[in-house]
């Protein structure tokens, strides 16, 4: 088979991008400058206003930006985050770095994002933050979530990590505040050329804490206000993104048409569960997620016509070796579970051909009528 169909083309990006992204490099090179600085200022700046928000804090990827929010907020031992049970590791690794105790919420199966539903039964005396997770670049359906964390006085912090559209800001009326932490590893939807991720908030306060926390507990060089960590986002990584975003709206555009051809074409093939859009609540399309009982099947299936697939991902927290020592069982979770079991990632990216996506959708239905 000569036909080659990669999950995501991350040197088309570049060359999309070459000319802003040379610039970019040969400006910081030029300019002395190689941690913290204007550089990454100016892309702070930039990215706060494309989502909306008042500040934003670069830090070095975005489990970091999710732990310096904890730290942030004073949440540690003894307190307890009420996390999705369906997720990728990071969203619990968060919770454990900082001393907490991870409480696991069952997603709604149709969008695979925490079920809010199930959020109050969850809630105890020692409950400070809940942290939907936006996975796939579903938007989680926040109005209730925002009502349960207000009459509640819980914190909220978003795991924004696959989640990256224009007015993406974390919700604003949070009576305890809220932030969102964001990746931009290589292959999100805006990704830098390494680890880097940042923290976007309103709150004037937390801002200047991550700020300090992120650089040795200090604002001003030697001076340590608080135990804090080395995690900044560093001028050169600062500077690719800059010169990506002003392309993010116009790829985001390119992989909603992709993710609607998938829709429309894949429909009604008996077995084949595709992407739900949740009511009022934009996606991003990061990933474009099917699931299918015979998983693994259809993976080998497409991968002997030279298409690459991903799983997303192929155990949930809870029965990773890392989480053992909780005690939880195969069948303690058994939503996200089905999903782990099931879930598979197909081609997507705002550089893929409507043929390669044509070429992809006739493999999936020639897979589901032969399995009939």
């Given at each position: 088979?000569?036909?080659k ?23 910081v090179?030029?300019?002395?400058w ?23 804090i670069?830090?070095?990827n975005?489990?970091e ?7 942030a ?10 996390v999705p049970?369906?997720?990728?590791i ?27 539903e199930l959020?109050e039964?969850?809630i ?15 938007k ?7 009502e ?11 795991d924004?990590?696959?989640m ?11 009576s ?5 932490g ?6 999100k ?9 940042c ?21 001003q ?16 990584q600062?500077?690719?993104?800059r010169?990506?975003l ?7 555009l ?5 993710a ?24 991003a ?7 299918h ?12 016509r030279g298409i ?21 069982r ?9 999903i ?11 550089h ?21």
């Amino acid at each position: 088979m000569d036909k080659k169909i990669p999950f995501l083309d991350l040197k088309a990006a570049y060359l999309e991008a070459k000319d802003a992204i040379d610039t970019a490099y040969q400006r910081v090179m030029d300019s002395g400058w190689y941690i913290l600085g204007e550089e990454l200022e100016a892309f702070e700046s930039e990215f706060a206003q494309f989502s909306g928000a008042r500040h934003c804090i670069g830090v070095g990827n975005g489990l970091e930006a999710l732990v310096l929010i904890f730290l942030a907020k004073g949440i540690g031992p003894g307190d307890e985050v009420i996390v999705p049970s369906n997720t990728y590791i990071a969203s619990w690794l968060a919770v454990s770095m900082v001393g907490a105790k991870v409480v696991p919420v069952e997603p709604k199966l149709a969008t695979y994002n925490l079920n809010q539903e199930l959020i109050e039964a969850a809630i105890t005396p020692t409950t400070k933050a809940i942290m939907p997770v936006h996975l796939y670049g579903q938007k989680a359906e926040m109005k209730l979530i925002t009502e349960i964390a207000n009459r509640h006085g819980l914190f909220l912090i978003e795991d924004s990590a696959q989640m990256q559209l224009r007015g993406h800001a974390p919700v604003k009326d949070v009576s305890a505040g809220s932030a969102a932490g964001f990746s931009f590893y290589p292959g999100k939807n805006l990704g830098a050329f390494g680890d880097a991720g940042c923290v976007v908030t309103d709150d004037d306060n937390l801002a200047e804490t991550l700020k300090k926390l992120r650089n040795y507990g200090s604002k001003q060089k030697y001076y340590n206000e608080v135990k804090g960590r080395n995690s900044r986002l560093d001028p050169l990584q600062a500077a690719f993104l800059r010169a990506k975003l002003p392309l993010l709206e116009s790829w985001n555009l390119r992989r909603a048409q992709i993710a609607e051809y998938y829709r429309e074409t894949l429909a009604g093939l008996d077995g084949l569960v595709l992407p739900v859009i949740a009511a009022g609540c934009p996606h991003a399309w990061h990933i474009f997620a099917i699931r299918h009982p015979q998983r693994d099947a259809l993976q080998a299936w497409l991968v002997e016509r030279g298409i690459g697939t991903l799983i997303h991902y192929p155990i949930p927290p809870h029965l990773s070796e890392a989480y053992s020592d909780l005690g939880y069982r195969k069948g303690d979770f058994p939503i996200a579970e089905e999903i782990h079991q099931t879930e598979l990632s197909l081609p997507m990216g705002p550089h893929m051909s409507m043929e390669d996506a044509a070429y992809v959708a006739s493999a999936i239905r020639e897979f589901c009528q032969n399995s009939d």
